[in-house]
């Protein structure tokens, strides 16, 4: 009963300070036996229950502190929290910020270039076949001296030797030429292989290259095909 007695002093210095709120009282057929005795020695206090819905009507309150004048103990009813808590905050936080830095990105627009409305290469900056077959000598020689054919390795190496032609290709100062590249590594067993292609090109401008690599393992085919675009 000990908290009980604590709320009811409580109510009653509240009920100093803010007499406005103070609750209508009900009547007496519905207190309890207990209740009609504190309330004929307390005519100023209130029923318990009386007092839990009085702090119901309060709900809006955010809290309030009750403090005696002539007691160093204090009472302190708050409400629970309502709303986002501090961690929600934070994460909303975070998630907006993530999400400004995603709009703020632009994407930088593609560089378009005028057309030089020229139909023909300059001179001396054509697809040469003899020049670019010496480029693709040397670098079959350096790719495939000591190399064991196995078919897992045999496709790495094609897209190895394709990258390396074409990158070396466009160094021959080419404008305006667009390089394809297509390598071909096969086991060699003394069999017989046919490899050809088509195009649909100009031949005074266009051209290809072709040269074949072997050894006792395998044989590599690599075409390298220079086409002027405009």
């Known amino acids: 009963m000990a908290t009980e007695k604590l709320t009811e002093i409580a109510l009653e210095r509240r009920d ?4 406005k709120l103070q609750p209508v009282k009900k009547k007496a057929s519905t207190m309890t036996k207990d209740e009609t005795r504190s309330t004929k020695d307390h005519p100023n206090l209130i029923s318990h229950s009386e007092s839990m819905k009085s702090l119901a009507t309060d709900a809006y309150e955010p809290s309030f502190h009750l403090e005696g004048q002539n007691s160093k103990s204090s009472l302190s009813i708050e409400n629970p929290r309502t709303g986002m808590s501090v ?3 934070i994460q909303a936080a975070r998630t907006w910020k993530r999400l400004a830095k995603k709009e703020s990105v632009v994407a930088k627009p593609k560089l378009r270039l005028e057309n030089t409305y020229r139909l023909d290469p300059d001179p001396g900056q ?4 003899d020049k670019v077959e010496y480029s693709v000598q040397e ?5 495939l001296k000591n190399f064991k054919y196995t078919p897992e390795d045999s496709k790495r190496m094609c897209v190895s030797i394709s990258s390396e032609i074409k990158s070396r290709v466009k160094k021959m100062n080419l404008p305006r030429y667009k390089i394809v590249s297509h390598v071909i590594i096969m ?3 003394g069999q017989g292989s046919n490899i050809s292609s088509r195009c649909l090109w100009a031949t005074s401008t266009d051209c ?3 040269l074949t690599f072997r050894t006792q393992q395998m044989i590599c085919v690599a075409n390298v095909y220079g086409v002027y675009f405009e």
């Open 16 to 19: 100093k300070v803010h007499p």
């Open 87 to 89: 961690f929600r905050v």
């Open 126 to 129: 054509i697809f040469r076949p």
């Open 139 to 143: 670098i079959l020689t350096r790719f």
């Open 187 to 189: 086991q060699n067993r």
């Open 208 to 210: 290809f290259a072709s």
